[in-house]
């Protein structure tokens, strides 16, 4: 099922010995779009301290209704888990000791070894240029918080700013970014698919879109209480003209 990632914010982490935290945000590799970590605040037990737990940890199905996520952790192994500065960027090295730690399949080494196999939901590479300075060649890790208010630009000017993320609930592949066109289509917010999208500049903060305005201002508009479904999918991308990729 298709979710919003912003919707997912305050979701408890419950380990097999007890509560551990709310997640307060999400980690996503810029390389294949899929979500890697949730940012989870223990403070209620270990003051002032966040830590990354992965999706891989996951065990069994979420509650929903209770918004809550069961993880085969421990209280203790989170307690003794790496330092990791979440308030500076997240480079492998961190990922890999982290990793190691919890012994989480090395996701980057999987991914290597699976291109070319079609995932549940579309598989969006990275995008046709993804700016990043050599310093920085090293960082893969995109949180849901920071690309919340990147500026989206079609092919003739802004049209808004990111606002949300939806994410296949199953494979935590990211199928859509959520655009809020208030500052130029006034009560306004449409659905770009991730292969809609031509570039992201992480240094300036910009996504641009393979899309025109006069199209997105005529296309479906999302509705963030009815969520997104097939039915809406099938508008959306009837609308494009665009190929279904679930057909």
């Known amino acids: 099922m298709l979710r919003s ?47 990354l737990v992965s ?25 003794n888990c ?31 070894a699976t291109d070319g196999i079609t995932p549940s939901m579309p598989f969006v590479g990275p995008p046709e240029e993804v700016i990043r300075s050599k310093e920085k060649a090293d960082l893969h890790l995109r949180s849901f918080t ?15 700013h990111a606002e949300d993320l939806i994410v296949d609930d199953k494979h935590w592949n990211i199928a859509y ?18 292969n809609w999208i031509k570039n992201i500049s992480w240094e300036k903060d910009e996504v641009v879109v393979d899309l025109s305005r006069e199209q997105i201002k005529s296309s479906p508009q999302y509705d963030p209480s009815n969520g997104v479904n097939r039915d809406f999918e099938d508008k959306l991308y009837d609308y494009y003209g665009r190929p279904k990729y679930w057909k």
């Open 5 to 51: 990632i912003k919707e997912l914010k305050g979701y408890a982490i419950k380990a097999k010995d007890g509560d551990i935290g709310r997640v307060e945000d999400f980690y996503f590799d810029d390389e294949r779009w899929v979500v890697r970590y949730m940012v989870t605040d223990i403070g209620s037990w270990m003051q002032g301290k966040s830590v």
């Open 55 to 79: 999706t891989a940890a996951f065990f069994g199905q979420a509650d929903w209704e209770k918004r809550e996520f069961p993880v085969s952790l421990t209280r203790h192994m989170v307690a």
């Open 82 to 112: 790496p330092e990791i500065d979440l308030h500076k960027p997240v480079f492998r090295q961190k990922e890999e000791e982290l990793n190691a730690y919890y012994k989480w399949p090395v996701y980057w080494q999987i991914a290597a």
């Open 146 to 160: 920071e690309i919340s208010g990147y500026n989206i630009r079609a092919k003739e000017g802004d049209i808004g």
């Open 177 to 194: 970014m959520i655009v809020n066109t208030h500052a130029w289509m006034p009560n306004g917010r449409v659905i770009v698919a991730l």
